[in-house]
């Protein structure tokens, strides 16, 4: 791994040659993309759209929802597939077609709720159930409302959330302001269920998530390249900041974190960018492609 340093632009051989295969470049919002403004800065509007006049492909893989995930997607011109969720549903925009949805069991659902309900938790966290492309709340917390805010999304609050398991969600978020609360909520879970029951992970320190143990970004990242561009991830350069973009970061020719990023994300990556409100995309892609 090596950190990026403002004036350090030059590829060694090993990250030329890597970076002349590139033919597909995936990127995440929140942390990458976008920042404190949740916008796309123009720097990085412009770096984008100078690799994609160079024949590479531009995706967006997010934990977002679908529907607050599609302004990105737009303000980028992406013209591939949309995979949201932690990847757990891909859809393309141009013509509606859902390719992937897979979802949270009803039972694994209940279970987790009975989790989340604990007189210990209850009171500590917001919980979100997504459901077609909607979001069902308990009712409207502080943190769930700041939720909403930033995603654009109006939560629809069920007091029950029992209530909406007719359908499977196809993914759960539980949220805190107290990240102990969160890590402990992700420790223990992943002692009480597999990897092969459950997909368990933070994309921000106050949010844990839970999707179908098939979903992760590196998965709809392999979909994106293999099944849908007959591209192998040598092709792919992907970037991210946080634990839900380890797959895909793992899974690329060239994987780069955020210098926003935690250490253990930082850790396995490739190279580091500078801060996402350092117009840090920017600068991996002027580095590793345009240069």
């Known amino acids: 791994m090596h950190k990026a340093s403002a004036s350090d632009l030059t590829l060694t051989g090993n990250y030329a040659g890597a970076a002349q295969n590139i033919k597909l470049l ?10 404190e403004s949740n916008t796309v800065s123009e720097p990085v509007k412009q770096a984008i759209a100078a690799v994609q006049a160079k024949g590479i492909q531009v995706a967006i893989a997010t934990g977002r929802m679908y529907c607050s995930a599609l302004r990105f997607h737009q303000e980028i011109n992406s013209l591939l597939p949309l995979s949201a969720y932690q990847g757990a549903w891909i859809q393309d925009p141009a013509n509606q ?7 949270v069991s009803q039972d694994m659902a209940h279970q987790l709720l009975d989790y989340f309900e604990q007189p210990h938790l209850r009171s500590r966290l917001s919980v979100h159930f997504y459901i077609n492309d909607r979001l069902y709340v308990r009712d409207l917390s502080k943190e769930s409302q700041i939720y909403a805010q930033r995603s654009g999304i109006t939560p ?34 992943r002692r009480q269920y597999t990897p092969a029951e459950l997909y368990l992970t933070t994309s921000i320190a106050t949010f844990f998530e839970a999707t179908n143990p098939l979903v992760n970004k590196g998965t709809a990242v392999r979909y994106i390249a293999e099944e849908l561009l007959g591209l192998e991830s040598s092709h792919v350069m992907t970037i991210g900041d946080n634990f839900n973009d380890l797959e895909m970061l793992q899974y690329a020719g060239i994987g780069v974190a955020m210098g926003n990023a935690p250490a253990g994300v930082q850790a396995i990556a490739q190279w580091v960018a500078p801060h996402v409100e350092k117009d840090g995309v920017a600068t991996a892609i002027e580095k590793f492609l345009l240069s």
Do not use: C, F, M, Y
Request: overall charge negative.
């Open 156 to 189: 629809i609050p069920v007091g029950d959330l029992r209530q909406v398991l007719t359908n499977e969600p196809t993914k759960i978020l539980a949220l805190s302001d107290d990240t102990e609360v969160i890590n402990e909520l992700l420790g223990n879970l």
């Open 97 to 103: 077609k859902i390719h992937r949805h897979w979802a």
């Open 26 to 35: 995936v990127l995440d919002i929140d942390g990458t993309i976008s920042g």
